[in-house]
């Protein structure tokens, strides 16, 4: 086995980089189900992601609402996140953490609005 390695280096690396290449694009892609609302300002992208929670004993089908902000274009693509905070949870079969919205982003807060609900989140450690 470790002839054959030796013989077929390139196409080992060849091999090993296509795959890694492969399994960021799937991830970054699938990022893009979740997403209901983002917003741009000032190289800073402020996204609410629906996660599901995937705990077995536990109900699976819950449904994680989630604030990220990345710094720039490239963090972002890459799921690196200067800030997160889970926002709102809600049972199977709730269509509750749609409606939340990003209502305006100014002086290190973002507002995040729902129809009954308002909230403001400090995002000092991000600038």
Do not use: H
């Not at 997403?35 to 994680?64: C, G, H, M, P, W």
């Not at 989630?66 to 199977?92: E, H, M, Q, T, V």
Request: hydrophobic share 40%; net charge neutral; with cysteine.
């Amino acid at each position: 086995m470790s002839n054959f390695i030796r013989e077929n280096k390139v196409k080992t690396l060849l091999l090993i980089v296509s795959l890694a290449t492969s399994i960021f694009i799937y991830d970054s892609a699938s990022r893009y189900y979740g997403l209901t609302a983002y917003q741009i300002n000032n190289d800073l992208y402020v996204t609410l992601e629906i996660e599901s929670s995937e705990n077995f004993f536990k109900e699976k089908d819950r449904k994680n609402l989630s604030l990220y902000i990345y710094r720039d274009k490239w963090r972002w693509i890459s799921g690196i996140a200067c800030f997160y905070k889970n926002i709102d949870i809600a049972p199977p079969g709730s269509m509750a953490l749609y409606d939340w919205k990003i209502l305006s982003m100014e002086a290190g807060i973002v507002t995040l609005t729902n129809n009954e609900k308002e909230i403001a989140v400090s995002i000092e450690q991000c600038f």
